[in-house]
């Protein structure tokens, strides 16, 4: 059977810069494409896909939108990606082109790497890698970590191989891109955009183009169709693990934690939030989201936090037999003292 190649899109980039909001948007201006759509997520909660399933996009629908759920999709390329995507392709009806959002954490390297294995490279091929990067966060410097401060706890803990987790992930999905998208230019004003611009380009070798959007507007003859072929040129992207470990040492996600946190009813949207923001700076947790059970509203609370960032909106109603429950999913660094967060955020309901 001679078969086209299928283009698959990977969109990668650090927790919340708005790969999902970005996703969602191109399900709504794709054409007729009919699209597949491979999401991963850190943390247990799934909230990326109840977000995609709810577009109600008909050339992408609810069957058409696997969440692998296993861990972070670079460590689990083997056990979970491989056997996903080869039964993708089994499908009577095969899509004209595949979306993969990896989870904010994850290092897009291994990912496109696997675009080479045998089963895969001869049906599929990795149209481009676009990393998403939130412009404000670049701006407020959340990815130029204090080296001082990095150098110290290195001093004490000789194991660490990394600068800084943050750092270094930024970094390496940078280096993975073929296309990157400066994205939440809103946040900022023309002169640090142009700072962002320098800064990012300044942790690129390849020097990738680089556009401008805002809530994730770009549209899809832009998105798809680069035609790259990534996975031929995976050597030139290496991640610094891949150049720390030549041996090939396994990568893994040790310096991130996840938990969720489940509470009943909330009465004082408002106040709720705010107390959030004020756990979320005190314990520097990178990125908290969920939906919320606001007392007496029929609709769901979606609630988006990026550092102390919060958005929230009521996206849809409860199901009628669906459990109505606040349930929110928290990032952070492994430090970030868990029990405190939880005891903090639970004492909230
Ligand atoms: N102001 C502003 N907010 C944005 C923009 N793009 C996305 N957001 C918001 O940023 C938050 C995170 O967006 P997501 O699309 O969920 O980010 P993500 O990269 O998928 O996040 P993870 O999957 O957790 O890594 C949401 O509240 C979005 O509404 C933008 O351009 N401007």
């Known amino acids: 059977m001679n078969q086209q190649k299928i283009p698959a899109t990977v969109i990668t980039g650090f927790l919340g810069a708005g790969k999902t909001t970005m996703i969602r948007n191109l399900l709504t201006n ?32 609810e069957d058409d939108i696997i969440e692998l759920t296993n861990g972070c999709i670079c460590c689990t390329v083997a056990d979970d990606f491989i056997p996903t995507m080869t039964k993708l392709l089994e499908r009577e009806q095969r899509p004209d082109h595949i979306v993969i959002e990896t989870s904010g954490l994850a290092l897009p390297q291994p990912l496109v790497a696997a675009f080479n294995w045998p089963d895969i490279r001869t049906q599929v091929t990795v149209d481009g890698v676009i990393t998403v990067v939130d412009s404000a966060a670049v701006a407020a410097g959340r990815f130029a970590d204090d080296h001082d401060a990095v150098d110290a706890r290195r001093a004490e803990d000789e194991s660490l191989d990394h ?3 943050i750092e270094e992930l930024f970094e390496d999905q940078l280096t993975c891109a073929d296309l990157i998208v400066l994205n939440k230019t809103d946040l900022i004003d023309a002169a640090g955009l142009i700072r962002v611009r320098d800064e990012v380009a300044s942790r690129t070798v390849r020097k990738p183009v680089m556009i401008e959007a805002r809530n994730g507007e770009v549209s899809a003859g832009i998105l798809l169709g680069l035609g790259i072929g990534t996975e031929d040129d995976v050597a030139n992207r290496k991640s610094h693990h891949e150049l720390e470990h030549e041996d090939g040492a396994p990568h893994d996600h040790d310096e991130f934690d996840s938990f969720v946190v489940e509470l ?19 314990h520097d947790v990178l990125r908290l989201k969920g939906f919320v059970d606001v007392s007496g ?53």
């Open 30 to 61: 794709a054409g007729g494409k009919k699209i597949a759509l491979i999401i991963n997520e850190f943390g247990d909660l799934g909230v990326d896909g109840d977000v995609l399933k709810g577009c109600g996009a008909e050339n992408c629908t």
């Open 297 to 349: 509203k029929p609709m769901r609370l979606q609630l988006q936090a990026v550092g102390s960032r919060i958005d929230h909106y009521f996206d849809r109603a409860w199901g009628a037999s669906e459990k109505r429950a606040t349930r929110l999913v928290v990032i952070g660094l492994h430090e970030m003292d868990q029990d405190a967060v939880r005891a903090a955020i639970e004492a909230l309901a």
């Open 163 to 165: 600068e800084s987790p």
């Open 264 to 282: 009943g009813p909330v009465a004082d949207p408002a106040s709720f939030i705010a107390a959030l923001r004020t756990i979320i700076s005190t």
